[in-house]
Structure formats: C-alpha cells, structure tokens
C-alpha cells in the first residue's frame, strides 16, 4: 500500500470544484480504482482529483464527502465513522455529503459489496492525517513536541498539563502545517477504535424517520415537467405506430414523444429500450396519458420467449455434455464407474427482478451543451460517461447529482432510466423527472438470470462423494453488453460454481449454452444466487444418500483445513468457513429434538470474500410451510459496524426469503407476465421469522463483503429444512408455485 | 380550486377530482415524505391517515379526501414521536425509502390498539413491503415505542 501524497486544497479551489462554502483544512486523497493505494495528485489545483474529503470548519462540524452511494448499505455512515475514528471526532460533529459522479472520486461504482473493502484504509488514512496536522497545530502553539500531544474526542490535549485546544480552534494553524508524509501515518490499533467494530446508528435517521431524505423522486425545479414511458412489451420490440388522441385528452398532458431506442456500443453503457413518451403536468396525469396511449407494436426476434418451453430446453441440453471450464480437475468418468451410489438431480431458479421500493427514476435538464441530473444511482460515473457519448456532450459539462436510492440491488447500476430523461429533456427544452410505474419496472428489467443446473455425483463406499459433475446454464450478464454472448463469463462461474468450496477430488464443470432474450443484470449476490442453491441443495442430497447428518457431512466435504490463495489480497480459507457452519449450528441447536413436523436445514457459502453459514428451521403442517427460525453466521474479517452489518444480515434473510417463496418472473411470446406486487410478492412482515444474526469476531482481518453474502444460502437452506420436515426435494423455486405456501 | 386539511394546515390546489392524493400531496402541495411504490395498494409506501384511518393514498381521490383530515409523515402525534424515538434506538432503517410508510402504518396501530401484540403488528405491518427487510426491526420498535410511551406517563 502506497499513499504518495495527501493535498491540501485551498479554500478557493475547494469552493471552485464543489460549490460547498467552507473553510479550514480541506484534505483530499486519490484512490486508484479498486487498488487500496493513493497515486500521486496533480499539482495543477484545477485537475486536482481527491476520492476523498474532510472538511473541518472553525465550528469544529465535519463534512465528509462519501462518494459511494447509499442504498440501504449504510455506507455513508460506515465511510464516515472510519475518518472520525482516526480523527479521534466527536461523531456529533460530523456530517455527510454526497459526492457528483466524478472520476476524481476513483471507483465510485457501488455494487460488488467492495465499499469498505477497499475504502476503509484509504479513509482511516484520511483521518489519521488530519489529526497529526491538528497536533502538529496545537504542538506549536504550546511550543512543545507533537509526541507530547493527544488527540481526544475533538481536542488535542497537552499531555504535560492537560491543557485543551478544541479542534475548530486549530483550523486556521493547522491548515498551514505541512501534510505528512505518506511514511509517517500511524494507524490506530485495534484495541484503541472508538467507533470501528462498534454499533453506531444511521447518520441518516432522522431524515428516513421525518420524510425529508431526499430519493430521486423528491427532487423537484421550478416548471419540471413530469414524463411516463410506454415501451414495447417485448425487450428490444419497437414502435409501428401510435394514435395519440386517447392520451392528449388527459388533462394536464402536454405532449407525447416517440423516442428511439439508444443502443450501447458493445462492451460498455446501458442504452434506452424507447417507446412513446407522455409529458405531463404532474406524474399522475403521465401515467394516465400513458394508459390511454394506443400503440402498434413491431414485436421484433425476442418475441418467441416462452419461459416454459426455453426451461425445457435448456433441461434437455443439460442432458448433454458442454463446454468443459478449466477448474475442472481429476477423472470424473472414473469416479462414477467405481463408485457405491450415484446420484443426479437438476434444480431451477426463475428469472427474477430487483423491484427495490423506489422505482427507477431520474430528473434531467439539458441545457445545449451541458446537462445535469439528479437520480438515485448506483454508478454515477457511468451515468455521467454515459449521457456524454449519447448525447455528444463534453464530459465535463454533465453533472451527475447523486440523490438517495430508495433501493438499488443492482437494478440501479444500470444507467437506462437517467438516459431517458436527458434525451425527454432535449426534446422538450426543459426539466423533466422520469418515473418508472411499478409495472415498467417488473416488465422492463435487467433481469437476473434464470438457471439450470444439472448435478451428478458419486458416493464411495466409506460414503465419501469421489465424483461430481456439475452442468449449469444461464443467460449471461455479458448478453447484456455484447450480443450473442451465449455462454457464461469467467466472472460468472468464478460466483460460485467453479470455486466450489468442498474438498472433492475429481470435479467437473461444464457449461452450455443459454441464449438472452430479455436484458439480464445482476441482482443483490448474483450468480451465487444459482451456485448457491445448487451445490448446497445437492449436498444434502448426497448426505441423504449417505445416511449421513447434513452438519457433519458439509464438513467433512470441506475437507482439510486449507488456504487457497488465488489471485485476490482476500484467500480463501476453509476453516473460516467451517467456523461459522459450527458456530450456526450451534445457535441452532442442530441435533436437539424438535418439535413434530418441523426440520432443520443448512446452507453455507463462500462469496464476496465472506464466509456464511445459515441453519433454517420450517414447519409443515396441512402441507405448507412456515419458517420458522433462521440462524445466520458471517465471518466478513473486520467488521465496521456491527449493527448495520447485522442489519444487512437480517435484511438478506428476508430477501432470500422472496427468493425462495415467491420469486419468479416468466415470459410468455416475449413479454414479461408479471407487473407489481399483487402477482411478484415479496416477503411481508407476517412471514418473517426469528432472525438471529451472529458476528464473527476477526478484527484482524481486512474486511470483507456484506450486503450481498448473507443471501444466496437462504433458499438452499430452507429447502434442505422442507426435506428434513417432510421428505419432499425442492429442486425448482419458488415454493409459492409447488403449492406449499 | 380544492382545499386540503393536511397535517393540520390548509392548501387550496388545482387538480382534478379523480387524482389520487398521492400525486397531489407530492406534486402540486410537495409534500414528498409520502412516497409512491406501487399505484395499486399493495406496498404501502403512500400510507397516510384520513380521519384517524389508514389509507393508502396512491388510491384514494382527492374528491374522497376533501374537508377531512390527513396526516402524513411530514406531521407530527404523540405516537409518531414515541414511534421515531423508538425508530432511532433501533436503527430500522437500510434504504428509509419505505420508513416513512411503515411509521404512518403503526401509528395507526398505536392510535388504536395501545400494548399490540406480535400478532397485531403482523396483521398490521403486512401491508407494507420492506424489500431491504427491516422487518424483525420494526416490530421490535413498535413494542419499544409502547414501552416508551408508558415510561413517559409514569
């Protein structure tokens, strides 16, 4: 790790770059992409290009900038916490501003569950900065040395006869104190954090708590008009014609625009899907101009999607071998041949959507030659590259105002909804806000992938699995930049399925061929969702077959303890993720008599770098299910802070739990037959259960993700739990659909 | 012209009859603590009380709702106090964007049923979707908002 320079930004430039009025020491940082370092700073003020931002006024108050987004994550919240703890900050002075999409930020790309991963030393750095400067103040004015001082709870003390400078009153010295050197920062220990590793609230609650957090929607300029999109019913389907007058009538309507679908250049951006546009007075009148819009349909290719009949086939190619991914290892055929017992199954998990409770949304203002926009996105700096190449605009002159997302999931990393404002607003020289109905957002996603999967494996004598090929399918996210990419992508098998975490000696991996013909995305853990479901679902089948407890069976299957190194600073070790499979079921009270009809069922899994382990306990009674219990264990190393990593754990049970009861989008002649929560449900308050979330304590350790890995071990886990209730396979989700909810 | 009685303060707009208030009281009045999620009465992220009564407002005409009451999170009650308090010692919020709905919701069931049971939440809350799944959290809280409140009458 590398930090070349901190710099600090005069007043003027500050003010200039950010429009924020401030004073006192402005430190700013650079982050390469992903890379934990800091590059050196350009000395021309005007390009400066920080990531990062503390701001501490002659009040003593403290702005941060987070420049990731906040979607429910709580990352404003954990970013800031990191700097005030190095900072030894009262956190009743700190505040958080929410960066513009700018590549000066580096990667501002929320998604991956990286933020704190590759944020917090960069951030725990900006603090300790800015605390040496403070000392380095104070040391002066008391003409003594820097080691005789200490920062504390936003004074620095003199150790010789505990005389207080509070930091407001250092501002002005300590903005002319020489930036120290990248060498000399001294990180907190462990022991000493303050508010890393503890529970601190949303900076954010009374906003959330009193209406006025603003999400995309909320904005609101003077005379903005208010724009709903009709779009063809099949993905990439396009207009033929349009009778208009229905619409017009609607009072408050103002005008109604076909607009064309944008097509991204291959490999990057989103493009817009285009349609018919309605410009309206307020939203609802958009919505009813909308509805009252009769359009004529050209269908285009996607028009032969049926669910039903693409699930059959891609069942039926599964029968077959595939393309052989490296990663495979041993002799499979072999395996099979002097194995005990055989066995095979193939599991299904549908097309799903995000549907966050915000719908998609943006506010655009196109000016000529510059445009700004206000939407609640997960990647602004692909909205902001974006709406430059599409509408030939330099890139400086869009700005990209990053508001809160109402839920993102990964449905807000993609940038279609901000496009269609920018070209609306063009058309009709003004400010417009784009909202999505709920409809529009199930019948028009980037949907995640369905999956299918077909598993074989073999048992030796001593009820040992000796073999296991494993068949997947699914339409790859890749389809979605590239056309035609028929195949799964090296990042995709590498969720799950080809660094399967069992310890087996001869293990396949093939993959076939699955064409797109809806526009596929990721969601909230991705393709760990199907590697998930799969691996672990068929692990307990093969325990079953052993007569073997599911608990000691995982385990052993782990293997011996060991460490994979791979190419990533976070290796994978085995005995991480047998601790928190023990530490689960021990919570569980696995093996402890139950009551009749009900049953217990474990899922583990390794993603985002984390390690996570759920035990689930359902009930069956009259043929349905209710869960009743579900134990989560995560080992994430260094944990921010808990209660919000707790948070995010009981939110991914739930959200596993849609997965499992009821998600399912399908399509029938191309279009999407499901459009808002009365026909894609979503788990409710009645059907939650206990949820009982355990931390692993590894301070240690660099941390890891933990807003997606909590989810993909839900559905296995339950529908291990269903067997052991009832005896009953589920080997295709949702439950819903089997009758058993 | 059309006079709405919100949280106590009067607004004269210009909308039509059949406008559901959702849009009247984010668009015209801009009021956007009440927030739009599904148009049709199944997520609850509108919720509003009229008349004491909760209402999702994503549903209701403003015809209906003139000369009555409507609370909306923007207000404030004995029990929406005891409910953000209580919000806040829990930290229930990931995303908020549901937040405001779900606090309107139990207010309601507080406004009627002063010590709910787990299942009177239930039957309450279900009407309202987390999709970050804040659930076990908000049920919690009510039952804090309940222990709040009779600490603060002793």
């Known amino acids: ?741 | 012209m059309k006079s709405l009685s919100i949280n106590g303060k009067n607004f004269s707009i210009e909308a039509q009859n059949e406008m559901p208030l959702l849009w009247a009281i984010r668009d015209i009045i801009g009021l956007t603590g009440t927030k739009f999620g599904c148009g049709l009465s199944q997520c609850g992220a509108c919720s509003v009380l009229i008349n004491g009564n909760l209402m999702k407002s994503c549903s209701i005409p403003i015809s209906y709702v003139e000369g009555k009451e409507i609370f909306t999170i923007e207000g404030s009650s004995k029990n929406l106090e005891f409910l953000r308090e209580a919000w806040h010692q829990g930290n229930v919020p990931q995303c908020g964007f549901c937040q405001s709905g779900q606090l309107i919701a139990a207010t309601a069931l507080l406004d009627k049923i002063e010590k709910p049971t787990n299942e009177d939440i239930d039957n309450a809350m279900s009407g309202n979707i987390c999709r970050c799944g804040t659930y076990t959290r908000i049920k919690k809280a009510i039952h804090k908002a309940v222990e709040l409140k009779m600490n603060d009458n002793d």
């Open chain 1, 1 to 741: 790790m590398i930090m070349t320079k901190i710099q600090n930004l005069s007043r003027r430039n500050f003010v200039k770059v950010f429009g924020l009025a401030t004073g006192g020491i402005i430190l700013g940082c650079n982050v390469s992409g992903d890379k934990k370092e800091f590059v050196p700073s350009s000395s021309d003020k005007n390009s400066f290009s920080p990531n990062l931002f503390v701001n501490i006024n002659k009040n003593g108050k403290i702005t941060l900038i987070a420049s990731r987004s906040e979607m429910g994550q709580g990352i404003r919240t954990s970013l800031a916490s990191a700097i005030a703890d190095e900072l030894e900050a009262d956190w009743d002075y700190i505040s958080v501003e929410q960066a513009v999409g700018h590549e000066k930020y580096g990667n501002q790309n929320t998604d991956g569950s990286r933020s704190v991963r590759t944020m917090l030393e960069p951030m725990r750095k900006m603090g300790a900065t800015v605390k040496m400067m403070l000392i380095s103040a104070a040391s002066k004015r008391w003409g003594i040395s820097s080691n005789e001082c200490v920062a504390e709870n936003h004074y620095i003390r003199n150790t010789k006869n505990n005389e207080k400078i509070f930091f407001g009153d250092l501002v002005e010295e300590a903005s002319k104190v020489k930036i120290p050197d990248t060498e000399n920062i001294k990180l907190k220990e462990i022991k000493d954090f303050k508010y890393i590793g503890k529970n601190l609230k949303s900076i954010d609650l009374k906003d959330f708590t009193n209406g006025t957090a603003i999400y995309g929607m909320d904005k609101k300029i003077p005379n903005m008009k208010f724009a709903a999109i009709a779009r063809c019913p099949v993905t990439f389907g396009s207009v033929k014609s349009i009778n208009k007058s229905d619409a017009k009538n609607i009072k408050g309507v103002d005008k109604i625009i076909q607009i064309d679908r944008l097509v991204p250049p291959t490999g990057k951006f989103f493009g817009m899907l285009g349609g018919v546009a309605v410009i309206a007075n307020n939203t609802w009148a958009a919505f009813q101009g909308k509805l009252n819009l009769d359009i004529k349909w050209d269908l285009g290719d996607n028009k032969s999607y049926n669910t039903d009949s693409y699930n059959q086939k891609i069942k039926k190619r599964l029968q077959k071998n595939g393309k052989l991914v490296p990663g495979s290892r041993g002799n499979v055929a072999t395996a099979f041949k002097e194995s005990k017992d055989i066995i095979e199954a193939t599991y299904h998990v549908p097309h799903l959507v995000h549907a966050p409770m915000e719908v998609p949304n943006a506010t655009a203002w196109f000016k000529g030659d510059s445009c700004e926009v206000w939407a609640p996105v997960q990647d602004p700096q692909t909205v902001r590259s974006e709406i430059a190449h599409f509408f030939n605009l330099a890139l400086e002159n869009v700005t990209v105002n990053v508001t809160f997302l109402g839920g993102g999931f990964g449905r807000k990393s993609k940038s279609d909804f901000v496009v269609e404002a920018v070209a609306l607003s063009k058309e009709i020289n003004g400010p417009v806000q784009v909202v999505w109905t709920r409809e529009d957002d199930i019948k028009h996603s980037f949907y995640h992938s369905t999956s299918t999967q077909y598993l074989k494996g073999s048992l030796d004598k001593e009820g040992q699995v000796s073999g296991w090929l494993h068949r997947a399918a699914f339409p790859s996210i890749v389809s979605s930049f590239k056309p035609l990419s028929d195949y799964a992508s090296g990042f995709e098998l590498g969720q799950g399925f080809i660094n399967n975490p069992y310890q087996i000696e001869n293990f396949r991996f093939e993959n076939a061929k699955a064409e797109a013909y809806v526009r596929i995305g990721w969601m909230r853990s991705v393709i760990h969702i199907h590697s998930g479901f799969g691996i672990n679902s068929f692990v307990d089948e093969l325990a079953a077959k052993a007569n073997k407890d599911p608990l000691e069976f995982h385990l052993e299957l782990l293997g011996i303890d060991r460490v994979i190194q791979g190419k990533s600073e976070h290796p994978f070790n085995s005995k991480r993720l047998k601790n928190v499979l023990k530490i689960a079921a021990k919570k569980s009270g696995w093996g402890k008599k139950l009551p009749e009809g009900h049953g217990l069922g474990l899922a583990i899994h390794y993603s985002f770098y984390s390690y996570v382990a759920t035990i689930v306990e359902v009930s069956a009674k009259n043929k349905k299910i209710k869960i009743e219990n579900i134990w989560t264990a995560i080992d994430c190393g260094l944990v921010l802070n808990k209660d919000n990593v707790k948070n995010q754990l009981e939110g991914a049970a739930v959200f596993g739990m849609s997965i499992a009861l009821f998600g399912k989008i399908t399509a029938k002649d191309g279009a999407i037959e499901q459009g808002n929560f009365d026909d894609y449900l979503m788990t409710r308050m009645k059907d939650t259960p206990n949820i009982d979330i355990t931390i692993i304590d590894n301070m240690e350790t660099a941390p890891s993700g933990v807003g997606e890995p909590g989810v993909p071990v839900i559905a296995p886990a339950i529908c291990n739990a269903i067997f052991s209730a009832t005896g009953q396979r589920v080997r295709t989700l949702p439950l819903i659909d089997l009758g058993l909810i």
